[in-house]
């Protein structure tokens, strides 16, 4: 709700609490009761070429027996003729046209006929200098009504509220329209116009006191709140700024969780060829274990193979005395450790002969000196 609207409501409900006390509507304020002499007063404005029988007098009043004023149009056929009667009352402060009303004294007559005739009040309302709205009373053309009842003739107290208005005004125009056309006439009778308001009796003067401090307090409150405004673009701009940001982050959150999906795809190639390798290395040490065993095997062969050639030199042994991994190939290591043992055997053979021839020698030689000495001797 805003700031004024807010005012209204609490001036409105000071009202309705007062009255609750035994306060009710202040006496009206008159604003002219139409004395004698008054007619002057008015000011008379034309309208429509045709000239009929125009008339705006003061006459006696059929309320209260003083003076009313009284427009007249009549006498216009094929075209139509018409005028206002017009005067002002300013206000000495702004009305409050939530709560204000204007009361007046009327007749309105179209002398029977219903056509293009016009007899009517219109009450035009203005804030410092502008139109802010207005309330009728009477007959419009065709016999249209505004607040009043259908016919061609009605007389009374009228009451307009004036909380239809744009604005609250400062002065308020009443305007006397009187119209005749085709046939048709019109006349109004106006008297004793007033205008009724609140009353602030003097138990409601604390109240209104309140209210007014409130009015100063809230109208701080709405300059605070045009700061804030103010302040709520800047972090509005502020917020954008940040969008556009966290934005480009989530971008670059993309590009990275592209290159970290690329990575766990390298990964997992890792860890597939890391399964190979395992596969493999496992393959290769059944593979070192099996040959490792195959050595073992051909090393005790070779052992087996020493022992027999150093028990049985002799003895050519046949791949059938073997077992073992070396299989056929064990004949052809055993033709060469023969070989071998039969060079041996011939060096050994050799040398024997050698000596023997040596030592026949030297036998013969000691036999030889023998004798010659045994010569000798003899």
Not at 25 to 47: C, F, K, M, Q, R
Not at 158 to 187: A, F, K, Q
Not at 197 to 209: K, R, V
Not at 238 to 248: G, K, Q
Request: with cysteine; net charge negative; charged share 20%.
């Amino acid at each position: 709700m805003a700031i004024p609207n807010l005012i209204r409501y609490l001036k409105r409900c000071l009202f309705f609490a007062c009255f609750f006390t035994g306060a009710a509507y202040a006496e009206p304020t008159v604003l002219d009761v139409i004395p004698s002499g008054s007619l002057s007063t008015w000011t008379y404005e034309n309208h429509d070429p045709c000239g009929g029988t125009r008339q705006y007098t003061e006459v006696p009043s059929p309320f209260d027996g003083s003076t009313a004023i009284q427009t007249y149009m009549a006498g216009c056929g094929g075209t139509c003729g018409s005028f206002n009667m017009n005067k002002e009352f300013p206000f000495a402060s702004p009305l409050d046209r939530s709560t204000a009303i204007v009361r007046f004294d009327a007749e309105f007559d179209l002398l029977g006929n219903i056509s293009h005739n016009r007899a009517q009040i219109q009450f035009h309302f203005y804030r410092n200098g502008s139109h802010v709205g207005q309330v009728s009373a009477g007959y419009d053309r065709f016999g249209q009504t505004y607040n009043i009842p259908a016919g061609t003739f009605a007389s009374g107290t009228w009451e307009l509220p004036l909380n239809t208005l744009n604005d609250d005004p400062d002065l308020m125009r009443v305007m006397i329209h009187t119209r005749s056309c085709v046939g048709g006439n019109g006349r109004v009778l106006l008297d004793n116009i007033q205008l009724l308001g609140l009353t602030e009796p003097e138990d409601c003067s604390a109240a209104t006191e309140q209210i007014n401090e409130l009015q100063t307090a809230l109208d701080a409150a709405n300059e605070n709140l045009n700061v804030l405004t103010g302040e709520n673009v800047a972090l509005q701009s502020e917020v954008l700024l940040l969008e556009d940001t966290v934005n480009l982050l989530d971008q670059e959150v993309g590009m990275l969780e592209s290159e970290a999906a690329g990575l766990q795809q390298e990964v997992t190639d890792l860890e597939v060829l890391a399964a190979d390798l395992a596969g493999e290395n496992q393959t290769l040490t059944s593979t070192a274990a099996a040959l490792q065993a195959e050595l073992d095997d051909a090393l005790t062969g070779l052992a087996e193979i020493s022992t027999l050639i150093d028990t049985a030199p002799r003895r050519r042994a046949s791949s059938s005395d073997y077992t073992g991994v070396l299989g056929d190939n064990i004949d052809a290591i055993v033709d060469k450790l023969v070989a071998q043992g039969k060079r041996n055997k011939s060096d050994k053979s050799d040398k024997s002969k050698k000596s023997g021839k040596s030592d026949k020698s030297k036998k013969s030689k000691k036999s030889k000196g023998k004798k010659g000495n045994k010569n000798r001797g003899d």
